[in-house]
């Protein structure tokens, strides 16, 4: 009578787990011994209870194409491994620069910060659980191993998941924003490529690290709305953006000046 209600349990556990409402739990007769474990022997285990969420690793920015494997997020250990992955330090070990920094400067990362030790970690990624979203929380929501916040995902994707915290008129009215900044961000690039072409030959590779800085200005844009950070969409996105047209115009007069000169026949 004990195996069948334990063997009914594990049916109904793994039929959830297939609908993608619960994550796969191990019973009392399937514990996991603590580790530590290669990435391979995660890989095998999980392929066979749960081949959905190794199928979005495979295909997702995390395969073992990017040297990122079950390991450098859930470290080598089954004991609290989700947990481990969940908090925000475990993306910015690898995700350094504009991006973690974005994160971590904006009103979600401070209240994630403030709140890291009260935070009960083992809760899954889904809405009502966390006072403010983690990395994990947007990017890998309610357990996906791709990428719920990539572009090809869709807007309703994260729309959806904004939702789960905030009103439907405020996600509406934020992503509005979003677009309409990224459109004036696009305008000032294209400005400034525009104005670069312009000038022709660029011996001294000055023009092509402007050019850098105002792709880089640009992405900080798009990190700027995408983490709600102010900085980087005012101080580190538009501003400079402005600051970068300024000083392309200049070295283009100045490379056109430098043509003309040279250009001149002599008397």
């Known amino acids: 009578m004990q195996m069948t209600r334990c063997y009914r349990m594990n049916a109904l556990v793994r039929l959830l787990g297939v609908?993608?409402?619960?994550?796969?739990?191990?019973?009392?007769?399937?514990?996991?011994a603590p580790g530590p474990f290669t990435d391979n022997e995660c890989i095998a285990c999980h392929a066979e209870r749960d081949p959905r969420l190794v199928r979005q690793w495979r295909e997702g920015p995390h395969a073992a194409a990017s040297e990122v494997g079950c390991g450098s997020c859930h470290g080598d250990r089954h004991e609290d491994s989700s947990a481990k992955a969940r908090k925000a330090q475990s993306c910015i070990g690898c995700h350094e620069g504009a991006a973690s920094h974005s994160y971590t400067t904006s009103k979600h990362g401070v209240i994630n910060t403030l709140g890291e030790d009260k935070q009960d970690w083992r809760q899954s990624l889904q809405p009502g659980r966390y006072r403010a979203p983690s990395c994990s929380y947007c990017h890998l929501h309610n357990g996906d191993h791709g990428n719920t916040m990539?572009?090809?995902?869709?807007?309703e994707v994260r729309q959806w998941i904004c939702s789960g915290c905030h009103s439907p008129r405020y996600v509406r009215e934020q992503f509005a924003n979003a677009k309409r900044q990224l459109e004036i961000a696009d305008l000032k690039l294209l400005e400034g490529e525009t104005l670069i072409a312009s000038a022709g030959e660029d011996r001294h590779g000055t023009l092509a690290?402007?050019?850098?800085?105002?792709?880089?200005?640009?992405?900080?844009v798009l990190y700027g709305v995408g983490h709600q950070s102010p900085d980087y969409q005012w101080w580190h996105g538009q501003p400079a953006l402005d600051g970068d047209l300024i000083r392309i115009r200049d070295s283009v007069l100045q490379v056109l000046r430098r043509k003309l000169v040279s250009d001149k026949p002599e008397e």
């Not at 690290?209 to 900080?220: A, D, G, S, V």
């Open 19 to 32: 609908l993608g409402l619960v994550v796969h739990s191990v019973s009392a007769e399937e514990r996991v």
């Open 150 to 155: 990539a572009p090809d995902r869709g807007p």
């Open 209 to 220: 690290k402007l050019r850098q800085n105002l792709i880089r200005h640009r992405k900080n």
